[in-house]
């Protein structure tokens, strides 16, 4: 079932938390709201589930206005950051609490309550209680809990930012492996880059109570339309200067950047202002012998190492080039030493790797 949000807006006080925020899922979507602390997400997603009343603009739910319909008659599903379990019952009785209050006779409830933990792997953990479980498995309770009542749209506020790296890892796949299953619409809210970009189907950045970008994760992280949006989705390095005549490259201190021939995003026009960027991941330390892989143009500038990060996998430098620009470099060393600091070294950017955002 589609989810609609027109022009939604709510204030607190003199405080505008949200400014004509308008999105559209479509039926069976994962959909992601990203952004920095304060931006509004978190307060969209209480106004979709119901918990915000006094809000301008209309949420619907196919060709429903949900304005003025309170959180329980929505039949949308919850997950919260701090999984709301309730202690004194056991895992049975918390992913039961919401077919007892819509009076799911007992037999069905049973039923229904045995598949939905069967569906997020705690078949057996029924007689428990959530003080004897681990955080994943109360997540997992909370998810169940949410799913249980078969509900038109599912709604998750940060429900992975309580656990350590691996269990989050395991946990998104737990959910991309649900939501195939259910295909239930479902609007996530985050401010992890890379739970959104591994998740969603497409996902909207909020900026100060606005949209600032929606799109596909892997067509916002490589063209992406602000630099707001290039920044608050992964590393950028970037390079001032000035869009050319025909578009396709921009003129820099360190000679001209040719585009990767995506469209250009709006309010970059030949001539204007613009910064060329690429990711760390695209730029590659060029070895003494010069030599370089085919698909990748060496800068005519040198650079020194400034610092190294060791991350077990690959190793994240940071290095100056001149105009003491700084740039990151993620460079594999499965076997080798790292480059130690102040090394002069060369770089060279991937082919197809720049894109450009209005300066």
Not at 77 to 97: D, I, R, S, W
């Given at each position: 079932m589609s989810l609609q949000i027109d022009n939604l807006g709510v204030r607190y006080g003199n405080v505008r938390a949200l400014d004509g925020v308008s999105l559209k899922l479509e039926p069976g979507e994962m959909f992601f709201l990203l952004g920095p602390s304060g931006c509004g997400k978190s307060t969209l997603l209480r106004a979709?589930?119901?918990?915000?009343?006094?809000?301008?603009?209309?949420?619907?739910?196919?060709?429903?206005?949900?304005?003025?319909?309170?959180?329980?008659?929505?039949?949308?599903?919850?997950?919260?950051?701090?999984?709301?379990?309730?202690?004194?019952?056991?895992?049975?009785?918390?992913?039961?609490?919401?077919?007892?209050?819509?009076?799911?006779?007992?037999?069905?409830?049973?039923?229904?309550?045995?598949?939905?933990?069967?569906?997020?792997?705690?078949?057996?953990?029924?007689?428990?209680?959530?003080?004897?479980?681990?955080?994943?498995?109360?997540?997992?309770?909370?998810?169940?809990r949410a799913l249980v009542i078969r509900p038109r749209v599912l709604l998750l506020d940060e429900p992975l930012s309580n656990l350590d790296a691996k269990l989050r890892w395991d946990m998104r796949e737990e959910i991309r492996r649900i939501h195939r299953q259910t295909k239930i619409t479902t609007l996530y809210v985050t401010h992890d880059q890379k739970e959104a970009l591994s998740l969603a189907d497409r996902m909207a950045i909020l900026r100060a109570g606005k949209v600032e970008a929606t799109g596909a994760p892997r067509a916002l992280y490589q063209y992406p339309p602000t630099r707001f949006s290039a920044d608050f989705l992964g590393d950028v390095n970037a390079l001032p200067g000035k869009l050319s005549a025909d578009g396709k490259a921009v003129a820099t201190a360190l000679g001209p950047v040719?585009?990767?021939?995506?469209?250009?995003?709006?309010?970059?026009?030949?001539?204007?202002?613009?910064?060329?960027?690429?990711?760390?991941?695209?730029?590659?330390?060029?070895?003494?012998?010069?030599?370089?892989?085919?698909?990748?143009?060496?800068?005519?500038?040198?650079?020194?190492?400034?610092?190294?990060?060791?991350?077990?996998?690959?190793?994240?430098?940071?290095?100056?080039?001149?105009?003491?620009?700084?740039?990151?470099?993620?460079?594999?060393?499965?076997?080798?030493?790292?480059?130690?600091?102040?090394?002069?070294?060369?770089l060279a950017v991937a082919k197809g790797a720049w894109a450009a955002v209005p300066e």
């Open positions: 979709v589930a119901g918990f915000i009343e006094d809000f301008d603009g209309d949420i619907r739910i196919g060709a429903e206005s949900l304005k003025g319909v309170p959180p329980h008659k929505r039949d949308f599903g919850m997950v919260f950051q701090n999984y709301a379990l309730f202690p004194h019952l056991t895992v049975n009785g918390n992913v039961a609490f919401g077919l007892e209050a819509r009076k799911v006779p007992a037999a069905d409830r049973e039923a229904r309550v045995a598949e939905a933990l069967q569906m997020v792997g705690l078949a057996g953990f029924g007689g428990r209680r959530p003080g004897e479980l681990s955080g994943g498995q109360q997540q997992r309770v909370a998810l169940a040719p585009l990767n021939g995506s469209a250009l995003p709006k309010g970059l026009r030949p001539g204007a202002p613009a910064t060329a960027f690429c990711r760390p991941e695209s730029v590659i330390v060029v070895d003494e012998s010069g030599a370089l892989p085919a698909d990748f143009v060496p800068l005519d500038a040198g650079a020194r190492i400034v610092s190294g990060a060791f991350l077990g996998e690959s190793t994240l430098y940071e290095v100056e080039l001149p105009g003491q620009l700084r740039w990151r470099v993620l460079r594999h060393e499965t076997r080798e030493q790292g480059l130690p600091d102040g090394a002069q070294v060369k």
